[in-house]
């Protein structure tokens, strides 16, 4: 059976970010279900899934009552939109939720199918509050460097990765991409203190070339994911504010993985004390199980959009669809009374981080980083300068598939290996995801003669 769907996968399915060609010499690994922590493969392998999916199951794997909420809406209304003047309970009960649990100046949402969607949405969305607060000049949005906001034009635009660039361009004109706070790839000949701050920097430099009333908006996650779990130096986040408040430039936090709990907090911006004007979501927001995406809208754009906006050309046919609004509705719901976002600021975020440091003695590791649930180590050809190992091993991609072959997801990013697991995880699985990653490390230095 397996041989059958790897069969009709290589003749009929495109996947998405894949060398199509590749799928034709080993065939996909077929995931047949998941429990927990766990998925579980067509020949039978158990794997601690550590990246949470796409970095989105937040609350693991088989919860019957995400199930439940959906086969419950499906049987009460399985569509309506929420165009012109229609909504429906599942999105006004959404709605107001995360106006609860979200910082206390955001107030509103708008829905979307996904975070890319979401990341259109706020570029339609500044450029629309800067027109009609009279400064349509304020048109460029600066963003960063290997930043990942999502896959479409726009997406890939605001995002900084140079391979979705140098495929998908032209990009969305009015986008410039700064450095990013990178301090063990691009700042180590300096403190992480004064590399924060001269990245912070970098961005007033950016305004005062583009032209300080030019800018309408900055872009960044509060933690960058898919760039490699980048955990900015702290003194990064206090420095963009004082930049952002001095030119009157509107912060975007995109929040798609960073919210939910992942740093231990409701969201990422709250862990760095940020107060956003807009904030994608997605993922953790129905733990994966559905698609669904958001968009909140902090008071001061909101309240601009809604008194002197008019009608807002903008939407899509499955903004706040009644079963994704009713599943993410139940999952924030045991978010909350299973107390997961606490215990992992409290509990599992601080035990990750001291079993993960234990990995910083492994020869391989130049730095191993984390904060609440999401992590990276950086595999090492060098540990006192940290000099990398020549790009053809493909160090990166070698350890991820150690780490599959003895049952553990991790993702690759270069030779930056990422975790991002269910926030539902446990102090035990911890332990096993740890010594899961040490025995891949082992295993690379034996290949590679170390
Ligand atoms: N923003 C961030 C920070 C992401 O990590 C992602 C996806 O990984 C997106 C946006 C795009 O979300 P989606 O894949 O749901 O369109």
Redesign the pocket.
């Known amino acids: 059976q397996t041989q059958d769907y790897q069969t009709l996968d290589r003749q009929h399915h495109l996947h998405p970010f894949t060398d199509f060609k590749s799928l034709g010499e080993e065939g996909s690994r077929i995931i047949t279900h998941a429990d927990g922590v766990y998925i579980y493969d067509s020949q039978g392998s158990r794997i601690l899934d550590g990246m949470a999916g ?3 199951v937040n609350l693991g794997y088989g919860r019957q009552e995400l199930v439940d909420a959906a086969t419950e809406q499906m049987q009460q209304l399985p569509y309506y939109n929420n165009f012109f003047k229609t909504t429906h309970p599942p999105a006004v009960k959404l709605a107001a939720k995360l106006s609860e649990l979200a910082p206390e100046h955001i107030n509103h949402v708008f829905f979307t ?7 259109d949405t706020v570029l339609r969305m500044i450029r629309r509050y800067w027109a009609i607060k009279g400064k349509p000049e304020k048109q460029w949005v600066i963003s960063r460097e290997n ?6 034009v726009a ?1 890939m635009s605001l ?1 900084g990765m140079a391979p979705m660039h140098d495929q998908g361009g032209p990009c969305v004109p009015g986008i410039t991409h700064i450095c990013q706070p990178y301090w063990f790839g691009e700042g180590r000949d300096m403190s992480q203190e004064s590399f924060g701050k001269q990245c912070a920097q970098a961005l007033e430099e950016q305004i005062l070339a583009l032209g300080e009333d030019k800018v309408a908006a900055f872009i960044a ?1 509060p933690v ?3 760039g490699g779990a980048i955990i900015p130096p702290d003194s990064y986040w206090p420095a963009v504010k004082e930049v952002l408040a001095k030119y009157d430039i509107l912060l975007i936090a ?5 919210g939910f709990g992942r740093l231990g907090e409701w969201f990422g911006s709250t862990h760095y004390g940020l107060k956003p004007d807009l904030m ?1 979501i ?2 953790g927001l129905s733990s994966g199980y559905l ?1 669904i ?1 958001a968009v909140l809208v902090g008071d001061r754009v909101a309240d601009t959009l809604i008194e002197d906006g008019g009608e807002f050309f903008h939407g899509f046919t499955y903004s706040g669809h009644p079963v994704c609004a009713a599943v993410a509705l139940k999952n924030l719901e045991l978010l909350e009374s299973e107390r997961v976002v606490e215990k992992v600021r409290d509990e599992l975020g601080p035990y990750l981080a001291k079993r993960w440091q234990e990995l910083a003695e492994h020869p391989l590791v130049g730095e191993a980083r984390s904060l609440g649930l999401i992590g990276a180590l950086e595999i090492v050809a060098d540990k006192s300068t940290g000099e990398r190992f020549d790009k053809s091993l493909s160090a990166g991609n070698l350890c991820r598939d150690l780490c599959f072959e003895s049952g553990l997801v991790m993702r690759s990013v270069g030779d930056t290996m990422v975790i991002s697991p269910p926030l539902t995880i446990t102090c035990d699985e911890i332990d096993e995801l740890v010594s899961k990653a040490r025995l891949a490390l082992d295993k690379i230095a034996e290949k590679l003669a170390i």
């Open positions: 796409l970095w989105c199918g996904s975070g890319s969607e979401a990341n930043g990942y906001h999502g896959s479409t997406g995002g996650e960058q994911g898919a995109d929040e798609v993985i960073c994608p997605a993922k698609p995406g």
